[in-house]
């Protein structure tokens, strides 16, 4: 799976390094595009793997969420259209009128990665290790390593049923995304699911699930939240 986090980060260049530090232009302080530019292709290549300094990511941006959300408001319509079209590039954003909230957003969900509990939603989600939905099954506590699990979740007709959502998977015991992005979901329909399985296999603890609407202020829609006790491999 793909986690591309450019947006969410794309006033940090001055902190991060970029995938081939031999290749940065040799000035002290590089132009914002261009550390931009290099911070994004960093976030993209090693994405593509799930890269062990996720967490690592996270934690930076949680400590520097202030100097984030000001890069964010201070910046142009322009560059905040086009990080977003670099870091989302196969999906409609057009629903999206404030992109410059909708980055805040992203920002905020993506450092504080656990679910809320005593969050009241419209909708309702679940995990089982089926495609088809079924509303009394149960998660087996022991998952293959490898497994794809499915997250279903039902709007009840609370909030639109669009094509597109977005959903974060994360590790709530660690506090690491696992993923974070838009997906395609059948439009015109209550129930829908978005299955996953981490390249680097599922491990012990406890995880997170979250839908949100690909809205402006990332509304929420349902989460859930399963334990896995034992890894077979």
């Keep these: 799976m793909v986690l591309l986090v450019g947006i969410l980060c794309f006033g940090l260049g001055y902190f991060a390094a970029p995938s081939k530090p031999e290749s940065m232009p040799p000035v002290p302080e590089p132009r914002q595009d261009i550390a931009v530019e290099n911070f994004i292709q960093h976030i993209q290549q090693k994405a593509?793997?799930?890269?062990?300094?996720?967490?690592?990511?996270?934690?930076?941006?949680?400590?520097?969420?202030v100097q984030v959300n000001s890069v964010i408001e201070s910046a142009t319509t322009e560059q905040i259209n086009k990080y977003l079209?670099?870091?989302?590039?196969?999906?409609?954003?057009?629903?999206?009128?404030?992109?410059?909230?909708?980055?805040?957003?992203?920002?905020s969900e993506f450092v504080d990665a656990k679910n809320d509990p005593n969050e009241v939603l419209a909708g309702k989600a679940t995990v089982s290790t089926q495609q088809q939905y079924s509303a009394g099954g149960v998660l087996p506590r022991q998952i293959y390593a490898g497994q794809q699990l499915f997250a279903h979740f039902d709007t009840l007709g609370k909030v639109p049923n669009n094509e597109q959502v977005f959903v974060r998977w994360s590790n709530q015991s660690t506090g690491e995304v696992l993923f974070f992005m838009p997906q395609r979901v059948?439009?015109?329909?209550?129930?829908?699911?978005?299955?996953?399985?981490?390249?680097?296999?599922?491990?012990?603890?406890?995880y997170d699930v979250k839908y949100y609407q690909l809205n402006d202020q990332l509304n929420p829609i349902a989460q859930t939240?399963?334990?896995?006790?034992?890894?077979i491999d």
């Design 225 to 231: 939240s399963f334990k896995i006790d034992q890894v």
């Design 48 to 65: 593509q793997a799930q890269p062990e300094d996720g967490l690592e990511l996270q934690q930076q941006l949680k400590k520097q969420k």
């Design 85 to 107: 079209e670099q870091s989302f590039p196969e999906y409609d954003l057009s629903s999206i009128q404030n992109k410059h909230v909708f980055a805040k957003r992203l920002v």
């Design 186 to 206: 059948s439009a015109n329909r209550e129930q829908n699911w978005v299955s996953f399985n981490p390249v680097n296999g599922w491990k012990l603890g406890i």
